[in-house]
């Protein structure tokens, strides 16, 4: 992936699934590079190519093509061997799904980096489905006493931990919000940006950030993966303890051990489904029944892979509270034993 801020080419390499990203809107490209700056790549032939163009959306080429289905963030259309993501006409995004390549048009720069950045995150999860990694939906750290997945829901304080975690001596990150899991009972890296709250910038010791919009949720401040790549655990590591986290309105913090039993329902919800993970079912649901029973099979492969973990991890349940510290203090043990 080209280095320079403002480079009109980058290249990935997300665990053996290369892409491309290349167009006329600089500012894009590079924060696409950003993004995944952990899976730079050299250049060369890649599976996946994104083309950004920064212009209105052109509609008329599409002619009169029924809608397939409906998110909260677009209309879908399916065309030709084409899926067609019309972003309620401010942007459009065009898969031909025979090769692989992504066109996407707008005018507006945070949208077609998020329309081409969510884009990506569906393919590398299908592409780690296959592979036999399944994403959970947690905070993957890594110590002396191997890795430890802390499960909270999307705003449960994820990147708080994160941070405070980026500030403590022999604690590794493996991934601030999907480490992989295989059917050996490991962990693997897959560290991307931080997303931080604006309303939480306090905690950022004056880290440096870009700020993004996004299309659902409120704006967000991002820590790119070069502010923080000394610390990132490369290698995968045994899953020592799964962590089930939630808040309370306290100050105290507590960390208890619970049965494997307990650990079910939140992989369920976290790793199976993936509930908070970015699915892309615009662009995985592309021929209808068939796509439902693949999703079985992958349904099943990631359950194998939370057995693995569940088999060979220590399962807690631990109690935050509104004090950063504490909350800390009490984790502290699982990593350095």
Known sequence: MAAATGSRTAHVDLHGLRASVSGDWPEVIDALRRDFAWFEA???PAEITITVERRAPDFDTFGDVPASF?????VVYQSQGRTIVDYFGRAVSVLDRSNGRLLVQGEERHLVHEAAYLFLLSRIGEHLDARGLCRLHALGLAGTG?????MLPSGGGKSTMALRALGSPGVRLLSEDSPLLDRRGRIHPFPLRIGVNESDADQLDGQPTRRIERMEFHPKLLIDVDSFRDRIESRPQPIRHLVIGRRTLGTEARLERVSKGRAAAPLLREAVIGVGLYQGMEFVLQHGPRDVLRKAGTAASRTACCW?????ARVWELTLGRDHDRNWAVLDPLLFP
Not at 70 to 74: E, F, G, I, L
């Open 146 to 150: 191997g890795g430890v997945a802390l």
């Open 42 to 44: 050299a250049p060369g």
């Open 308 to 312: 693995a973990a569940l088999a060979r």
């Open 70 to 74: 409906v998110t909260p963030r677009n």
